[in-house]
């Protein structure tokens, strides 16, 4: 069998304790090394991380593109495997990782996301597989966006990613009150990165439809309504981020 090729995990946190734990248990025997960047956590994430053998890096935070090409430059390795505090690894994902590391192919790989919310796995509605480049060769690519939904983008003269079998488990909202909380922070860093992108413009299609499309959309035509409970939710306070997006860019000046 061909030599492995040598990956660093790199992770980014901020008071993380309920979920770090859990994520680096599953990285025994994937990776050469664990690197988490830590924005000066007040709970016991950085002591969590130590325990589990993680080299830990205090940097203050920037931005989540500037942070995770920040922490992808500290690995020791080209080949970076970059995962969020509150993903979780499935053995299958695990095999796959260390087969791509034995016969690696291009600048990068996708992994699917199956997530948890309020303790149901959520499989309609648009949620899974949200496939995301997470493992790449770090010499033809970097971490791109604004201030918003942060991607991993390779170089244009690199193939498309492969994806990797497996899912990363993904533990996402515990309670409706920290979806709803989490929601009005985004909503109000989406509508500055539109402001940012000059795009003010704000209608009553903006305000009414947009919104009942997402609900409809994510609701019947991805069929979220066969995640029952959980998927009402979603689809619900999806629309009414929608909703608040551009309520609170008509209101800013």
């Known amino acids: 069998m061909p030599v492995a090729v040598p990956l660093s995990v790199v992770i980014i946190t901020y008071n993380e304790e309920a979920n770090i734990g859990r994520c680096l248990e599953a990285l025994h025997e994937v990776a050469d090394e664990v690197v988490v960047v830590d924005s000066f956590s007040t709970d016991r994430t950085?002591?969590?991380?130590?325990?589990?053998?993680?080299?830990?890096?205090?940097?203050?935070?920037e931005g989540y593109v500037q942070q995770k090409n920040f922490a992808t430059a500290q690995a020791r390795h080209?080949?970076?495997?970059?995962?969020?505090?509150?993903?979780?690894?499935?053995?299958?994902?695990?095999?796959?990782?260390?087969?791509?590391?034995?016969?690696?192919?291009?600048?990068?790989?996708?992994?699917?996301?199956?997530t948890n919310y309020c303790g149901s796995w959520v499989r309609h509605g648009g949620w899974y597989p949200d496939r995301k480049l997470r493992l790449y060769d770090r010499r033809w690519g970097q971490w791109t966006g604004l201030l918003l939904h942060?991607?991993?983008?390779?170089?244009p003269n690199q193939p498309a990613p492969l994806p990797?079998?497996?899912?990363?488990?993904?533990?996402?909202?515990?309670?409706?009150?920290?979806?709803?909380?989490?929601?009005?922070?985004?909503?109000?860093?989406?509508?500055?990165?539109?402001?940012l992108r000059?795009?003010?413009?704000?209608?009553?299609?903006?305000?009414?439809?947009?919104?009942?499309?997402?609900f409809v959309h994510g609701y019947f035509l991805r069929l979220g309504f066969l995640d029952g409970f959980a998927g009402?939710?979603?689809?619900?306070?999806?629309?009414?981020?929608?909703?608040?997006?551009?309520?609170?860019?008509?209101l800013r000046k």
């Open 164 to 195: 990797l079998a497996g899912d990363a488990l993904h533990y996402s909202y515990h309670s409706v009150e920290q979806h709803v909380s989490q929601l009005n922070r985004f909503t109000s860093i989406a509508a500055e990165e539109l402001r």
């Open 46 to 61: 950085v002591d969590i991380c130590r325990q589990h053998g993680a080299r830990v890096i205090q940097h203050a935070f």
């Open 150 to 155: 942060e991607r991993y983008e390779l170089q």
């Open 78 to 114: 080209d080949y970076v495997l970059q995962l969020d505090a509150d993903e979780v690894l499935t053995e299958e994902l695990r095999q796959s990782i260390r087969a791509a590391r034995h016969n690696w192919q291009g600048g990068g790989y996708t992994l699917a996301r199956l």
């Open 232 to 250: 009402l939710c979603i689809a619900v306070i999806s629309a009414w981020g929608v909703f608040l997006k551009f309520a609170k860019l008509k």
């Open 198 to 214: 000059n795009k003010r413009r704000v209608t009553l299609y903006h305000l009414l439809l947009k919104p009942w499309w997402k």
